[in-house]
Structures are given as C-alpha cells and as structure tokens.
C-alpha cells in the first residue's frame, strides 16, 4: 500500500520539519561521539577550537549561517512546488502501471510454474519410453541370437547329411554344437513363470530336440568313418607318420572332439583304433631299424676278450678292431667316448652309412636306436596332446615299440663282452633322461629305469667274468713272463681302469647338468624318479674294484716271485723290482695320459716308490757293494767305521780309479731295463743321488776315523762327483 504524498507548499514544509526534528530525535550518545570524532578531524574547525577564537561568537555565526541555508532552501523548496507536485503525480501513476506489471508478472509466473509441471512430466515419461525401448533391443537382440543359434540353416543341414566330409565340415558341426548346447537350457522351466516337476518341456524344446539329434548322429557317423579312415591311411607304405600327423590328423582335430562330446563311446572307438594302427606300425619301423643297425655292427669285445686270458689265445687288435679294455680309437677317426659329447646327435640313416661301407660299436647303435625311441615318443606326444588333449595316451601308444626295444638290447647283451661298452651306453641312457626332462616328458622315465637296470645286470656279469679271468690267472700257470717289460694282463687292467674312471667324471657331469636343467625348470620329474639307479660307481662299485685291484697286486707278486728265487742268482730281487717298476709305472702312465686323479693312482704311485727305493739298493750294491756293506754295517752318525784300513783302502782306491765308469753304467743300465724314458730317467736320477749320498758319508768315516791316510788325499772329492752328476740330473723329458 503507498503512502499519500503532500500536494501543497505548507504541507511540504511541515513535513520537512518532521523529518528534521525526526533526524534531531535520531541523535545518541554514539551517533554525537561519533559526529564529533569527524568534526574533530576537520583542521579548520580544529584551529577555530584550539585558537583564540571567541567559540559563543563562532557558535553564532555558524546558527546564523545554518538559518539562512535554512531559509533559502525553505524558499526554493516553496518555489519548485508546483514542479514536485507534478513528479509526486507522475510517480503515482508509476506506481500503478508497476503494481499492474506486478500482478501481469506474477499470473505469469503462475503459468510457469504449471508448464514446469507439465515438463516434468513428460520427462518421466520420455525416460520409461526409452527404458521400455532398450530393454525391448535386448530382448530382440537375444532372441534373434537364440533363434540364429538353435536354428540349423537348411545349408547346413544340407551339408551335414550329403557334403563330403573335409575341412569346411567343421563349420557345420559347430552349427550343430550351438543348436544342441541350447537343448538344456530350453528344457529347464522359466523361473519366472510357475510350473510343477510334471510340467511338460515347452513347446520349441519338443519341436528341436528330435531334428538336433538326427543332425547329430549323421554328423557323428560321417565323422568316425571320415577319422577311421585318415588313420588306416597311415598303413600306406613308406608314410611319414608324423608328417602324416601334423599335416593332415592335426587339421580335424575338431572332429575327435565333437565325437568326444556328443559319442565318447565312438571317441574311444576310433582312439583305440588310431592306437592300435599307429602301435602296431611303430613296433614294425622300429624293428627294421634295429635290424638294419645290427648289420652296421663292428665287434669290439668277444667272450674271449677278458683281463685275465692268456695272450696266445687273445684276438689280435688290428686297426679296424679297438681295445675292449680301452677308450681307444675307433678305426681312424674318434675315441669311443667322443659320442658322449654330443647327446642330440641325430640318428644313424642305415642305408646311408651302408653305402660308405661304415661300421660302428655296439654303443653308437644303441645311441641312435634311443635317440629314435625318444624323438617318436616326444612327437607322439605332442600329437596326442593336440589331437586327443590327452598326453597319457603316448603310453599306451609307445608301450609296444618300448617292449621291442628292451626286448633288442637284451638279446644282445647276453652275447655281449664290452665292459667299456656298457659304462658308455649307462651314460647315454642317462644323458637321455635329461633330453627328456628339458623337453618337458616324463612317461619315459620308467622305461629309462627298466633298461639301466638291464644294463647294470649285463655290467656285472661282464665284471665277474674279468674277475674270474684273474683269479684264474693266479692259480693257474698258463699266465707267466719272458722278459722285464709290463705285463699284458697290467696293460690291459690299467685301460680298463684308466677308462671306467674317466666315463666315472663323465657321469657325474651328466648328473650335475640334469640337475641344472631339473632347477631351471625345464622338467617336472625329480631326479630322484627320473634318476633312480644314481652314480653307476657307487659305493659298491667302488668295492668290486677294490677287489680288483687287490687280485691285479696279488698277480704281479705271483709273476715277479720266480724272478727273486735263490734259483735267479744274485740280481733276481734286482729284476724282480724292475719288473714290478715296470707295470706300476705302465698303470701311472696310462692314468696319468687320461687325466684321472683317484686312490688306484695314489696306491700304484706307492708302490712304485717302495719298489724304486728296493731297485736304488740292489743297483748301488751292485756296483759299489763294499761301500754300502760298510756304510749298512756302521752307525748312521758316523761314530764308528768297522772296518780295518786294508778293507777302508781298497774300498777308496777301487771307487777313486772307476767312479766315472760305474756313474756311467748306471745310467746305462738303467736306461735299458725301463722301456719307459721317463721312468728310466727318474730311476736314474734316485740311483746317482744315493750313490752321492752314500760316497759322502763313506768320505765323512774316512776322514774321522782315517784322515791321515795317504789314500786319504787320493779320494775324488764329493763336490767333484757332484759336478759330474749334474750332466745327468739336469736332464728333463
């Protein structure tokens, strides 16, 4: 409501002087603290104040002043009357367009307010439509994808009952497949409707079933002839049966596992058909292979080729035929444990190596008949894990052509005489285990064990015959010797040693790097199970050749005794030793070439020391026995010399006048009774040290007991002799 506005010049100044008594009544003790704070900060009204000034005066003038603003402003207000009556007039109808725009603006707001409302609500309304729209797109989509799937096309089914069968085959038994895994799913009860256990299957169930399972049982018989008859094809002769395998078998292998879902009964059929073929084509390949490998065959042991036999009745070892007791060279190109460095070598073609006229060892055969086994067995497996999705079924796929190969290696080895032979083919059946483990297979480690401890067997017996050979050497007569040189039978023992404990080393590397490979992850096998025989010179082993070595002792005492009867004359102990040298140092020798450090090494090496102190006695009494009688009769520290100065003197003049011959025929002699050059040389070197030795202390008792001699200043001294010992001495080999 507006308030009424004054229209006459009186009423205008009695309402001015309301408001100004209004404004006076407005004053407080604030309102005046704060006006003089302002007055204050004037500076002319500060100077007025703080001056001279007379402030009732100021006080006056300032009255007199504000009146006649006062006034003036009274009349000019009473002058523009009319003018402000006319703007009250002008405001008023203002006021009144404005209060109808008010009411104009506010009946519009009302109409908003409802089309607001109305908005709103077509909103909500737009929203279910478009929730009603997309769940209606899902359903269509579902639907149209169900109908799709449990659909067969009429093409398809075309197909499946009249095409041939082949590799565009598959597209429609996976038609079939998505129509037949939608069977279940139609027959259950929608949750959502209710329904009772007696509720029959709706109605596109009943229409389905009967025409999927038609189209199922034609594909699943076109299917089992169509895989029947690529695995017969296999039988064709000549065939690649892995490439067979992967270029045509691998290719359906969506066809066996349609069979397996739909007809495991027809799945197993024809899995055991592929078995059966593919087992019964296996043991026939793998048979003529070993066949054809026998006839590549070289002998390098026979039954007669054992440590003890006597040499009349030993083969001769011509340039085609190897030591049995040693790794040595096979006809002119490699040592026999060269294989052993090559573990992935591959197979032996026979026709090939027949045509260049090749021969080989028992050993090599064996290698490239188990490097085949392995490699059909591996690529059996793979293919059986692809085709099948079964890896066991190798087992019973290979158990055939495993049976073949046990059955081949012992009917060999029971005619088979090669000690070295069956150390190797030990290490390369163990050096396959590994190949195995890294391909990641373990179904061959049974078979690995089985043929180990067939060879274990074969080693033992072989062993026992070499043992029974030498034991019979010792009781009988037939073994005896000619001359000093080593013996036939230390020769043939020091190869066969120097041999097993170098194959010894070999193993044992192959055991860390099976190891290696089992911690890097490459195998899921222990090696305890894939391993199970262990070190093939254990504990023992270790024995049996103690036994051995015990028997080879006892051997060459029984050979060198005849040589120190009282019957050989006075140097009989002396050829006893050299011959005893000899044989000790042909087995250092030989070990020593391989570069096998072991107890046999040690054992001979004392022995031969012993009998090397024997022989530096007897040569040196020998050739200067007055001497070393006189020496051996006298105390070691020289405090008595028994003997008379007749004996003492002529022991001094003979040793003066022939020194230089008797270093001389030492060396000599020496040289000759040890065929070995540096064995001589070392023998030597010990006999002239002793025999400086022994002329020091001789020239010490002459010069304590006897120094006033004349035949005293005769004597060569021993710094001379010393001098001429060093051209020998300083000889190296």
């Not at 095409?163 to 497949?177: F, H």
Request: proline share 5%.
């Amino acid at each position: 409501m507006s308030v009424p506005r004054p229209t006459s010049g009186p009423e205008l100044l009695e309402q001015f002087q309301l408001d100004l008594e209004s404004d006076i009544n407005e004053f407080t003790k604030e309102n005046i603290d704060a006006i003089l704070d302002e007055l204050e900060s004037d500076p002319e009204l500060r100077d007025k104040i703080v001056g001279d000034t007379d402030l009732k005066a100021f006080s006056d003038e300032v009255q007199q002043a504000v009146n006649g603003a006062e006034r003036t402003a009274l009349h000019g207000l009473v002058a523009e009357t009319e003018r402000v009556v006319a703007l009250g007039q002008d405001v008023r109808a203002c006021d009144r367009i404005l209060g109808r725009m008010a009411d104009y603006l506010h009946s519009f707001q009302l109409d908003l307010g409802e089309i607001s409302a109305e908005i709103h609500q077509l909103q909500q309304e737009s929203s279910a439509m478009q929730t009603a729209l997309t769940n209606r797109q899902l359903v269509e989509e579902k639907v149209r994808t169900f109908v799709q799937d449990v659909v067969v096309p009429p093409e398809a089914v075309r197909r499946v009952c009249e095409a041939e069968v082949n590799e565009a085959y598959l597209d429609c038994l996976l038609a079939i497949n998505r129509a037949a895994s939608l069977l279940p799913g139609l027959k259950a009860p929608d949750p959502l409707l209710p329904s009772t256990p007696s509720s029959p299957p709706p109605k596109a169930y009943n229409d389905l079933q009967p025409a999927v399972e038609l189209l199922i049982w034609k594909a699943v018989a076109k299917v089992r002839e169509f895989l029947i008859y690529r695995v017969h094809a296999l039988r064709k002769p000549h065939s690649n049966i892995q490439i067979l395998q992967q270029s045509f078998l691998v290719k359906y292998t969506g066809f066996y596992q349609f069979l397996r879902q739909w007809a495991p009964k027809v799945a197993a059929e024809v899995q055991g058909i592929y078995i059966e073929t593919v087992s019964n084509l296996f043991v026939q390949y793998y048979k003529a292979y070993l066949a054809s490998l026998a006839k590549l065959e070289c002998d390098v042991a026979v039954k007669t080729d054992l440590l003890g036999a006597p040499e009349p009745f030993a083969k001769s070892f011509t340039k085609k035929r190897t030591s049995p007791f040693s790794l040595g060279v096979i006809g002119s190109t490699q040592t026999r444990n060269a294989l052993l460095d090559t573990p992935n070598a591959p197979a032996i073609v026979p026709h090939l190596a027949a045509s260049n006229s090749e021969q080989f060892p028992y050993e090599v055969l064996f290698r490239s008949a188990l490097r085949l086994l392995v490699d059909t067995a591996c690529s059996e497996a793979r293919f059986c894990s692809q085709f099948f999705d079964e890896q066991e079924v190798v087992s019973t796929v290979i158990a055939k052509i495993l049976a073949a190969h046990l059955e081949a290696l012992e009917l060999r080895l029971s005619t088979y005489f090669d000690f070295i032979g069956i150390l190797l083919m030990l290490i390369i059946n163990q050096q396959n285990v590994a190949i195995m483990t890294q391909r990641g297979f373990s179904f061959l480690g049974d078979h690995f064990g089985r043929v180990s401890r067939v060879l274990l067997a074969r080693l033992s017996v072989v062993f026992e015959l070499h043992m029974d050979s030498v034991r019979a050497a010792l009781t009988t007569s037939y073994v005896a010797i000619t001359d000093q040189r080593p013996h036939y039978v230390v020769r043939r023992y020091a190869e066969l040693m120097a041999s097993v404990l170098s194959l010894h080393v070999v193993q044992l590397r192959s055991d860390e790097a099976f190891e290696d490979s089992f911690v890097n992850g490459a195998g899921s096998v222990r090696p305890s199970q894939a391993n199970p025989w262990g070190d093939i010179l254990g504990a023992e082993w270790s024995g049996k050749l103690l036994v051995l070595r015990s028997h080879i002792e006892q051997l060459l005492a029984k050979l060198a005794a005849p040589l120190a009867a009282p019957s050989a004359g006075p140097e009989g102990v002396k050829r006893r030793s050299v011959f005893l040298i000899n044989n000790y140092d042909l087995v250092l020798s030989v070990l020593e070439e391989r570069g096998v450090i072991s107890e046999e090494m040690m054992v001979f090496r004392q022995l031969h020391a012993a009998e090397v102190r024997v022989f530096v006695e007897e040569e040196l009494t020998g050739v200067m026995g007055g001497i070393v009688s006189l020496l051996q009769r006298s105390p070691i520290d020289g405090s008595e010399i028994r003997a008379d100065v007749v004996e003492v003197e002529r022991l001094a003049v003979h040793f003066t006048a022939e020194w230089k011959v008797i270093i001389n025929k030492i060396n000599t002699d020496v040289m000759n009774m040890f065929p070995n050059f540096r064995n001589g040389l070392e023998v030597s070197k010990q006999v002239l040290t002793q025999l400086a030795l022994y002329y020091a202390r001789f020239e010490d008792l002459v010069k304590r007991h006897f120094g006033n001699s004349y035949f005293r200043k005769d004597m060569v001294p021993v710094s001379t002799i010393r001098y001429e010992l060093q051209k020998y001495l300083s000889r190296k080999f």
